[in-house]
């Protein structure tokens, strides 16, 4: 049999440096379980545009669709704010993701013990808080057309195209309830039904997928606007919350900060099953690439470690070994290793991102 494949793509900023340290983490399975990975690398973003002129060349994006999981870092910076937006690196980010047809994008917002009192909520509102958001991720407004900025008149016009096909939600709406059957059970539907005509589809769809499929899952459905307020006011409540693109950005965004830092979460963008059986997919940390911290060993690993840990459970069908690495993060979290974004006003002396990286190996060897 051949070993599973990973494509790794560090891309800019924080990315290539958290991702040495998941690097590791994947080597030592291979070093101590004999579980071993067919690692490759290569470009994304704008450090593809340096290369090869374009933020992802397709050369990358063929490798992409042939393995059983591609990482990814982060896109982004600041020398390439003002490329034109065809080749900006965000544009490498979103055409693997809709080259890939990744329409699933799960972002996980948990609260890890030990950072309950970091979160800018009260400690009972996110102690213990485990959440799943599922975002829409290759429709909607985000790829939409017609789209641009126009001529009318005397003035220029911006244009964006929210759409949505019933098969594009119908799709979405299963890999919600099918997680949640394996969690709590709940899932809530988010969407702007009150006044989009998009949001009347979606609600319409979610309950026909509902009542025909999963009636055995509690459903609710909720303007998104008043999903943002609950979340903040009891994000207990939720259990899997289904949304489309851009509601699923903000809303993953705002869950994430719940948790205390925006540097733990990790997502899987999952596609439809490859002939292995394996969904095409994609992981990747939430944060973005944090230019100003790039290179100075102050970013925090944990996210993209935690991107890893959901491929072993979600491509690799290695739910235990998931566990393992969520638990060897929990437990440097307890044992006090904190990164600066991890930082409160306890006086602790912040760890790199290589010292964070060698406490979970450490955390990991203790497992064995
Ligand atoms: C995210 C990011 C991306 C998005 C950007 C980098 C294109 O914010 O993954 O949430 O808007 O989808
Ligand atoms: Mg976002």
Known sequence: MTNPSILILPG???????????????????????LVFDVSEDLVGGIAYDAHGTPLHDSTLAKAQEVDAVLLGAVGGPDYDNLDFSVKPERGLLKLRKEM?????????????????????????VSGLDIMIVRELTSGIYFGEPRGIIEEGNERVGINTQRYTESEIDRVARSAFELARRRGNKVCSMEKANVMESGVLWREVVQKVHDEDYADVELSHMYADAGAMQLCRWPKQFDVIVTDNLFGDLLSDAAAMLTGSLGMLPSASLGAPMANGRPKALYEPVHGSAPDIAGEGKANPIACILSFAMALRYSFDQGKEADRVEAAVESVLADGYRTPDLLGEDGVDPVTTQQMGDAILKALNATL
């Open 101 to 125: 047809d990744l329409f699933a994008n799960l972002r996980p917002a948990q609260c890890f013990n030990a950072l309950a009192d970091f979160s800018s909520l009260k400690t009972e509102v």
């Open 12 to 34: 800019d900023g924080i990315g290539p440096e958290v991702m040495k340290e998941v690097r590791k983490v994947i080597d030592w399975y291979g070093t101590k379980l004999g």
